[in-house]
């Protein structure tokens, strides 16, 4: 049998690596990383590893399936679509077009064959009602690029392999592999980074990360708006703002500086954990480092006040000159722009959820709201819900709730790969084909990336006959939809098209030579863009968004008081995880058990509890079952659990995860506790309280 080698980029999470995929005959028998990408120079984790067994998995579905009393049944695909496409329009015809929802996970984001086609079925559906992983995630970054810049992609990103001074608050990249920082291999450019300046991490944890800092400060959970408005008012002292660059383009700056500097930071040190003076060190050497920028990742957006923290990031790098800046940070001008003419650039508020009246954000309710607007009777009431990708049930706050709500739906279909926490309530699951029979371009994660690159990654093995790619089952079940409604459809063409169509209109690209790059092109490094792609309606940078200014008040009547005996609960990640869905691959879950609640050896003694002992942990909302293990990397009064555990319910058909031990953070996070201006989910500082489990 001949070998070959084929490549592509790793989908499974930012990085986006090169992936060198070897083949013996027809039969995929290893991976590596592809040492000829530019970008991600041979770079691989665990997890792109894993592929093998995702592609292997006995268990992953490749045919639609129908739940029946008598268990899953496979049904043709032309049956599939129409069951769907009659059912989402019979309730809708019940009960109103939001009563179909719709919920999007992470992978979507991932995959070509979703995120460039599920907008026109959501748009066909016409509901209020649509939900997505983004709104437990970066949703704060999204809307303070909204507010300030004029469109929710027009990020800043670090400019990690030029800056000589990083402060990074609530990230943890070297297991995460970096997040809004498509930078793969980052523990090698963070520790060239030390090598030629600093770094300084922010994290209630000694991380991975922290641990190959310069210098790393243990800050109280949710106690980051604080630290990031002592260092605006430091500056202020320091010396004038570095404006030069930003002349005629600022809006409002003055007013939010001075909204900043009236704040009252008395009891700083209480509510963040570091001393007034490690502070105002660290604003001196932001102010003094010729390049440097500022960084929070979901750390910082999955809290009370993860807007205001976004936006006073956004106003630190601003005021020392780094905004928009080699060195400092830059969007990435995409050669498939996902920015400008024809994009979603969001909106607020332009209506809001039935029950809580949260707003909207760019066409979005917070999916902390979902299972109410299941449960809640009236009109408007979801009766009927679509899932692609996502795992709700394990993934967002009060996940018990939703598990018992999707019990209640007239109909569910799912676009997944696994019969999952969430899918196993379907009444219909599409799986896609593998993602390696497809043509995929990035068109977010190139857009996190820390220099220009392009990848049109080509098929590596054919497409089965029997099975459907992505975006043949997002067609599909719009034009049964539309059928069944008497809609118009018009399914989009196919991907190498599209992607072709994409490169070809913006025209700042090759095309053949994108097409022919078996292992992407490198296009350099970030240049400033952003002063020239505002989309703000005054065309300049909005440094003082309305409803920020406005949120600085509930800010400042916050005493961030705890209750009594609690303890703060942070998560984690580790190498080999991904959120809730890979614990069925053997290469990712041997080896030690990763479940475990860490705590405090002070806080264990405090109770009465020992290193390895079985634990009941209570929050407002709910309570589990774990174990608990000794910790010398949180402070006292901080317990820390990864998501995406507790997969041991009825009917789930992933094997391997339902047979770990370890239960869901989000049995135990608030779906009340939000990021107010998003509506983002606050999953981290969640209150709890831990006692022994007698019996
Ligand atoms: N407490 C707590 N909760 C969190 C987080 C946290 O840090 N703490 N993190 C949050 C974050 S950042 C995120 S992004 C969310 C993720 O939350 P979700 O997106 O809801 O869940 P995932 O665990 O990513 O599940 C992805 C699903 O997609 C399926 N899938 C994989 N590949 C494909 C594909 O190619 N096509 C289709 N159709 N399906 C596929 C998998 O089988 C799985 O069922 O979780 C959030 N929840
Ligand atoms: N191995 C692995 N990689 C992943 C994923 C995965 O599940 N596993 N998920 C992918 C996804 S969808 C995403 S969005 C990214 C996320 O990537 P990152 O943003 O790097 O996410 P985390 O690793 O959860 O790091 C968040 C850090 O915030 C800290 N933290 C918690 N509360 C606070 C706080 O109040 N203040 C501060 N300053 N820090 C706090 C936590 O201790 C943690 O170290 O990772 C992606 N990569
Ligand atoms: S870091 Fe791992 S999971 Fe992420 S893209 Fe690279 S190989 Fe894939
Ligand atoms: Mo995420």
């Given at each position: 049998m001949s070998s070959s080698h084929r490549f592509r980029a790793c989908p499974l999470c930012e990085a986006i690596c090169g992936l060198d995929f070897a083949f013996e005959g027809e039969q995929l028998t290893a991976i590596r990383g592809d040492s000829e990408d530019p970008f991600s120079?041979?770079?691989?984790c665990p997890k792109g590893n894993a592929i093998l067994d995702l592609e292997a998995d006995p268990e992953r579905l490749r045919l639609p399936q129908r739940?029946?009393?008598k268990g899953w049944q496979t049904l043709s695909w032309d049956e599939a679509f129409d069951y769907a496409g009659e059912q989402l329009a019979a309730v809708q015809a019940r009960h109103g077009p939001s009563a179909v929802a719709a919920y999007l996970g992470n992978p979507n984001v991932h995959h070509f064959g979703h995120i460039a086609y599920l907008p026109a079925l959501l748009r066909a559906l016409k509901t209020r009602n649509v939900y997505s992983a983004s709104s437990v995630d970066q949703w704060p970054h999204q809307l303070v690029s909204w507010a300030m810049y004029g469109h929710q992609f027009l990020i800043p990103i670090v400019d990690i392999d030029h800056t000589d001074y990083l402060l990074m608050l609530g990230a943890n990249p070297v297991a995460s592999n970096g997040s809004l920082l498509t930078a793969p291999g980052i523990p090698k450019r963070l520790k060239a980074l030390t090598r030629r300046g600093k770094l300084v991490v922010v994290d209630p944890r000694r991380t991975e990360t922290a641990e190959l800092a310069t210098e790393h400060l243990a800050i109280r959970p949710g106690g980051d708006v604080w630290l990031l408005l002592a260092l605006l008012q430091d500056l202020a002292e320091i010396g004038p703002p570095r404006l030069q660059a930003y002349a005629g383009h600022l809006q409002g700056f003055d007013q939010a500086l001075q909204a900043i500097v009236d704040m009252d930071l008395g009891n700083l040190q209480s509510r963040t954990g570091i001393a007034r003076e490690t502070i105002s060190t660290m604003a001196s050497e932001l102010h003094a480092a010729p390049r440097a920028a500022v960084y929070g990742r979901m750390g910082v957006s999955t809290q009370r006040y993860g807007s205001l923290c976004q936006w006073l990031i956004q106003l630190l790098n601003l005021y020392t000159g780094n905004l928009d800046r080699v060195g400092g940070v830059l969007p990435n001008d995409t050669v498939f722009p996902v920015t400008g003419p024809g994009t979603s650039k969001g909106h607020r508020d332009l209506w809001r959820s039935r029950v809580r009246g949260l707003p909207e954000f760019a066409g979005e309710l917070p999916v902390s709201a979902l299972a109410e607007e299941i449960l809640t009777p009236g009109e408007g009431q979801v009766r009927a819900l679509l899932t692609s990708a996502g795992n709700p049930v394990l993934s967002t706050p009060d996940g018990r709730e939703l598990d018992r709500a999707l019990e209640s739906l007239e109909f569910?279909?799912?676009i997944d790969i696994y019969v999952n926490e969430?899918?196993?309530?379907?009444?219909?699951?599409?799986p896609p084909t593998s993602f390696l029979s497809q043509?995929?371009?990035?068109?977010?994660?190139n857009a996190f990336a820390v220099r220009r690159i392009v990848r049109w990654n080509q098929p590596i093995y054919p497409q089965p006959e029997a099975e459907r790619a992505d975006w043949q089952i997002v067609n599909g079940l719009g034009a049964a939809y539309a059928k069944a409604a008497g809609k118009d459809w018009r399914g989009l063409p196919a991907p190498e098209q599209m992607i072709e169509g994409g490169l070809r209109r913006a025209g700042m690209v090759d095309v053949a030579s994108v097409r022919s790059a078996e292992h992407g092109l490198d296009l350099g490094p970030l240049q400033p863009s952003l002063l020239r792609r505002l989309e703000t309606d005054s065309g300049k940078i909005e440094c003082a968004p309305e409803f920020l200014l406005a949120d600085l008040q509930r800010l400042a009547a916050d005493n961030g008081s705890m209750a009594e005996g609690a303890l703060q609960l942070i998560g984690r990640r580790d190498a080999r995880s991904n959120n809730s869905w890979m614990h069925n691959a053997p290469r990712l879950i041997k080896g030690k058990a990763r479940h475990q609640l860490?705590?405090?050896?002070?806080d264990l003694e405090s109770r009465g509890l020992s290193d390895g002992q079985r634990v009941r942990v209570r929050s407002r909302i709910g309570q589990i079952d774990t174990e608990v293990q000794a910790s010398d990397q949180l402070q006292p009064g901080v317990a820390c659990l990864p998501h995406g555990f507790g997969h041991g319910r009825s009917d789930v058909g992933w094997s391997l995860?339902?047979?770990?031990?370890?239960?869901?953070?989000?049995d135990l996070s608030d779906p009340l506790d939000l990021d107010v201006p998003s509506g983002n989910a606050a999953l981290n500082g969640t209150p709890v309280w831990v006692e022994a489990l007698t019996g």
């Open positions: 120079r041979g770079h691989v739940r029946t009393t569910m279909v799912s969430t899918t196993r309530h379907a009444d219909l699951i599409l043509h995929h371009l990035d068109l977010i994660f860490w705590m405090h050896p002070q995860a339902a047979a770990l031990p370890g239960a869901s953070y989000n």
